[in-house]
């Protein structure tokens, strides 16, 4: 008769936590769905500590509100915690995977990033967010060096970066440090439609004459001076016709680029072709801003 109340308490215990339990998630995804992610943090709070207490977990579900909630409210260390518990219970969402990229973003994590980027795309391709995830993954792979993988991506994501100048700059970025040079050549026509002061577009402008003219000037200087013949110099002079425009153009685009952000690069750049120039002044004093 004893040991039957005892487990009648213990009926009686278990039925009124499950209740609470109940209770708490019901109102947590009240507030969750009216977007009051203060008072749906709160309560799941509270749900998550309850069950944690006694060593079991909330629901998956539970996980992921809590954490988008906390995300919301820029409670990043927290989202992180309970969206990663959400994964570790085999609960699985879009959601899931674009606010873990969100938080491994804010929290400067490129390679946790770049893998909830690649399962959303994996098991999500038709994702309300998928344009957003193809664009962020394109720009984790630049931030990272993965040209391969950039290029392996492209041409499932080629269809929506035409309109995307942000995707077509980053595209540009990979095939220029590809050395793909035609390539580099049609993204940058795209680009200069879509904006033509676009900075990628204008470092690439900038530091494709530079080197159009470079290369030419060493190397015909460099003949001339092993050959001083008129046959030879005559040479050098056609060469100069086309190495001053060049230098004249990179000039330009790095006088632009240098009035937009004064960086030291854009100075180094503008020494060098003052020096070519013979014109000590100038290359002196982008030489000094170039430290």
């Not at 995300?71 to 969206?83: D, P, T």
């Not at 804010?106 to 995830?133: C, F, M, V, W």
Request: glycine letters at 2%; proline letters at 2%; a positive charge.
């Amino acid at each position: 008769m004893r040991f039957s109340k005892i487990l009648n308490l213990i009926f009686i215990v278990a039925l009124f936590q499950s209740c609470a339990t109940t209770k708490l998630a019901e109102d947590g995804n009240t507030a969750y769905e009216a977007n009051n992610y203060e008072q749906a943090l709160k309560t799941y709070d509270q749900l998550i500590e309850s069950r944690e207490s006694v060593g079991k977990k909330a629901k998956g579900k539970i996980y992921l509100n809590a954490g988008i909630a906390a995300l919301e409210l820029k409670q990043v260390e927290k989202a992180r915690k309970y969206l990663e518990s959400a994964r570790e219970l085999q609960y699985s969402s879009p959601q899931l995977y674009s606010s873990l990229a969100k938080v491994y973003m804010a929290i400067d994590n490129l390679s946790k990033e770049i893998t909830a980027l690649e399962t959303y795309r994996k098991n999500y391709p038709q994702g309300d967010n998928i344009h957003s995830i193809n664009a962020r993954l394109l720009e984790t792979y630049v931030e990272s060096e993965n040209w391969d993988y950039a290029i392996e991506l492209w041409p499932n994501i080629e269809a929506q970066a035409q309109s995307d100048i942000n995707m077509l700059a980053n595209y540009l970025i990979v095939n220029k440090n590809l050395e793909n040079t035609e390539t580099c050549e049609q993204l940058s026509k795209k680009i200069e439609k879509l904006d033509p002061n676009n900075i990628t577009l204008l470092e690439y402008k900038a530091e494709k004459y530079f080197w159009l003219a470079e290369n030419l000037y060493t190397t015909e200087m460099k003949a001339y001076k092993n050959h001083r013949t008129s046959s030879q110099y005559k040479k050098l002079l056609k060469a100069l016709d086309k190495v001053w425009p060049n230098f004249q153009k990179s000039r330009d685009h790095f006088l632009k680029l240098y009035r937009i952000d004064p960086k030291p690069e854009y100075a180094r750049y503008l020494a060098q072709i003052y020096t070519r120039y013979d014109d000590k002044q100038k290359a002196a004093y982008y030489e000094k801003r170039s430290k």
